[in-house]
């Protein structure tokens, strides 16, 4: 879920024909549940192989990203989740428990052949499944696409990639990248530019956001520290806010107080005992700095194996996603990227 800092936030709304030729460390995980979500059939059911493995994110991890590289000239890089910290153990347990929830009303609603409540009560039981995960790396390491593996989050790894000067920008849906250190968050990095809102049963258009971390503290007055702690008393994917205090109240008491440490005893007795492993969980991340961003060998061949016999994909449509990356590598090889070519 993440952080909440839409109110505050200050982003500038972006076309992919601005961002061409732009590199992004891309959250996997976040890019994949996308893909779960919205790729579905009209009945919400998941699209499957003739043998019933899903092959949702496969469809918008083959076509949305191979457009991206050859239409854009975009350089993508994969991050993965590793183990998460013991700290997310309340939100991953409170995300299952609405998983659950919203199956039986996805199954409910289609027994009584309610197909639109059906669909939107799909979206919310999306599961990336370890099979799911290890198909995704297979296909980048065919299509030659890198990936970095994180040891926790793949949202401070990313953003520990960007602070690096490696690429250019993380990508992910939600503002923790931010609060990671990421100079420069890129959200919906995406080509069909709508979302879908399971609640309202509706989409809404949407177009790349990109938000500047130190022209957003600075508009503020505050530094990245602060903003872990204002992000504390709002709520993060590691404690449970404080009732009452949304971002812009948060804002204003960073502002006058500077700290958790100096909040009124009112707010203080409210604040969550281990706030100060939760603020470390941004601070000192665990991240993985020895990775490796080359692209490797595109793999024609065994691309068509995967997808076309392997899981039932049209061969005239990966013919596409084929055409794409070879004149993707084609282009590469004419321009400076030494440093991502193997």
């Not at 990203?65 to 993965?80: A, D, E, G, S």
Request: proline share 5%; charged share 25%; hydrophobic share 35%.
């Amino acid at each position: 879920m993440g952080v909440n800092l839409t109110p505050i936030i200050l982003k500038h709304v972006s076309s992919l024909e601005n961002l061409k030729g732009k590199s992004f460390a891309v959250d996997a995980n976040n890019y994949l549940y996308q893909f779960l979500a919205l790729i579905r059939m009209p009945d919400g059911s998941s699209l499957k192989d003739s043998k019933g493995n899903i092959t949702s994110h496969l469809t918008g991890l083959i076509f949305r990203t191979t457009r991206l590289m050859y239409q854009y000239k975009m350089r993508l890089i994969f991050v993965f989740d590793g183990k998460p910290p013991e700290l997310k153990t309340k939100e991953i347990t409170k995300r299952r428990e609405i998983r659950n929830k919203a199956t039986k009303e996805w199954k409910k609603a289609l027994k009584a052949g309610d197909y639109a409540t059906a669909f939107s009560k799909a979206i919310v039981t999306s599961r990336l499944t370890r099979p799911m995960i290890d198909d995704s790396k297979h296909l980048l390491n065919l299509l030659g696409i890198p990936l970095v593996q994180a040891p926790s989050e793949a949202e401070a790894q990313a953003a520990y990639i960007a602070a690096k000067g490696d690429v250019w920008a993380a990508s992910t849906k939600d503002y923790d990248s931010l609060l990671f250190g990421t100079p420069r968050l890129l959200r919906f990095l995406t080509i069909t530019g709508r979302e879908y809102l399971p609640s309202k049963g509706t989409s809404r258009p949407l177009k790349p956001e990109l938000i500047i971390l130190q022209e957003f503290l600075e508009k503020h007055g505050i530094a990245r520290k602060q903003l872990i702690d204002l992000a504390i008393l709002v709520g993060t994917d590691f404690n449970q806010g404080i009732k009452g205090i949304g971002p812009k109240t948060a804002l204003k008491l960073i502002k006058t107080h500077k700290k958790l440490e100096n909040m009124p005893d009112e707010i203080k007795t409210k604040l969550p005992p281990n706030y100060h492993s939760v603020r470390n969980v941004f601070l000192e991340p665990d991240v993985n700095e020895d990775y490796n961003i080359s692209y490797g060998e595109f793999q024609e061949e065994e691309i068509y194996h995967f997808l076309c016999e392997e899981r039932d994909f049209s061969e005239k449509r990966i013919q596409t996603a084929v055409g794409r990356m070879k004149e993707f590598y084609s282009w590469a090889k004419q321009s400076d990227l030494k440093k991502w070519l193997t």
